[in-house]
């Protein structure tokens, strides 16, 4: 164990509290080919919020020959010292929902360029079944020359970083580890058991590893595919979603989910990269494509529900000013991948609505570029035909919204947190 150097590819959500955390035991260099992104780390700052920027800075080194710390990198003849890669960068979806490995097939390219004999690979990027094996690792062998489970080997470790989740931090989340070989699953185990205090779980394969993370948060969407569902249903019978949860919450062995928007990089992704490899071996999976399709509607869902309920109220639709209370994929956190607010609000532009979004966590610049929309981190200074709150940020929950709202204007609250003085709620 002393004489392990790590070299974490990818400096993102996932990779950076994951190098901070190592970093704070091992000679660590967190590699990137973002050059905006090193040296915004290198400066002791970190715009995902994951990492404080005090905790960033005790362990942020100069120079990338230390015992212990992180030395920040968009250079790759500094990671080639190292004995353990991990791999940590994104895998979205493309526009079809077919899973996109365009960054983990690049990150294998640039370790078959530095892998030497004896090292390991420990892939955390999110993958259907078969992928670090089938698509990985022969991108490593083909670069580097080396035999796989014979000159150097690989583990997997799904990333279980939660974004904006302060409480359940990267060391206190049990991780599941596993190795190409018995043997190198343990030191693959042995190597995150050092630093994760909730523990470690041995897989007894790469593949076994790769199917838990991506039913875990499959089996989350279908849930939660599940309530919005029921939200549908209720709201035709003129029943209280919201309440009839809580009634429901009394038995103690019933599952606490609730109706909402599912987006960002986890949740609203994985699903499709265990579908895509079920229909690779012939099997079209029914409930999981089911559970996709529910939850990708609800944006439209919301839009349709506000309108309806501005057009009961005697407001006229087109032109209106409508007030969009969040545009990240969760609350308390600045992540704006893949997230669903944006479906509501291009459904809600659609009517003609002339909307304003206000989010004091998301980057105006990243969301113009993401999406083409203009944000605001203060509230305009403007009265609303009608409100919709999408994200449960704790500074919208004591905002008095009726006070920039006409006599007649609409709430609706998406996340069932504003109380029963909304018009409208999921």
């Not at 993958?127 to 089938?134: D, Q, W």
């Not at 041995?202 to 790769?210: D, G, K, T």
Request: glycine content about 8%.
């Amino acid at each position: 164990m002393n004489e392990i150097k790590i070299a974490i590819i990818g400096l993102g959500y996932v990779g950076l509290p994951l190098a901070h955390l190592f970093a704070t035991k091992y000679p660590v260099v967190g590699f990137d080919i973002n050059k905006l992104r090193i040296q915004e780390l290198r400066n002791g700052m970190d715009h995902t919020l994951e990492v404080s920027d005090k905790a960033l800075k005790k362990v942020t080194k100069e120079i990338p020959d230390v015992k212990i710390g992180l030395f920040c990198t968009d250079q790759l003849e500094h990671i080639k010292q190292c004995n353990y890669y991990i791999i940590t960068v994104p895998t979205p979806v493309d526009i079809a929902n077919k899973p996109d490995l365009t960054a983990l097939y690049r990150s294998s390219e640039t370790i078959g360029k530095v892998i030497k004999k004896g090292d390991i690979v420990i892939y955390e990027s999110t993958v259907y079944p078969g992928a670090t094996e089938e698509e990985c690792i022969p991108i490593i062998e083909n670069i580097s020359g080396l035999k796989y489970n014979q000159d150097f080997f690989a583990g997997y470790s799904p990333e279980r970083i939660n974004p904006g989740d302060k409480e359940h931090t990267v060391d206190k989340i049990l991780k599941v580890t596993s190795g190409s070989t018995p043997e190198i699953g343990t030191k693959v185990d042995k190597l995150y058991k050092s630093v994760i205090t909730a523990g470690t779980y041995l897989a007894p394969s790469i593949q076994v590893a790769e199917a838990a993370k991506v039913i875990e948060n499959s089996q989350r969407d279908i849930n939660i595919a599940f309530v919005n569902e029921l939200a549908k249903i209720f709201n035709l019978m003129g029943i209280d979603t919201q309440e009839v949860l809580k009634a429901a919450a009394t038995k103690w062995n019933f599952l606490p989910f609730s109706p909402g928007l599912v987006g960002g990089h986890c949740i609203g992704v994985d699903p499709y990269y265990l579908a895509q490899k079920a229909q690779q071996y012939g099997y079209h999976p029914e409930i999981i494509l089911a559970g996709r399709r529910m939850n990708d509607s609800m944006g439209k869902y919301v839009a349709a529900e506000v309108v309806k309920l501005m057009v009961q109220n005697d407001l006229k639709v087109k032109g209106s000013k409508i007030l969009v209370l969040g545009i990240t994929f969760k609350e308390n956190c600045p992540d704006v991948r893949n997230t669903k607010a944006v479906d509501v609000i291009n459904n809600l532009s659609s009517y003609g609505a002339k909307i304003d979004i206000f989010d004091p966590w998301a980057s105006p610049k990243e969301v113009r570029h993401e999406y083409q929309l203009i944000t605001s981190q203060q509230l305009p200074n403007k009265i609303y035909d009608g409100i919709v709150l999408t994200v449960a940020h704790s500074h919208f929950l004591n905002m008095d919204l009726k006070s920039i709202l006409k006599s007649n204007g609409i709430i609706y609250d998406v996340k069932g947190v504003l109380g029963k003085y909304v018009n409208g709620r999921l």
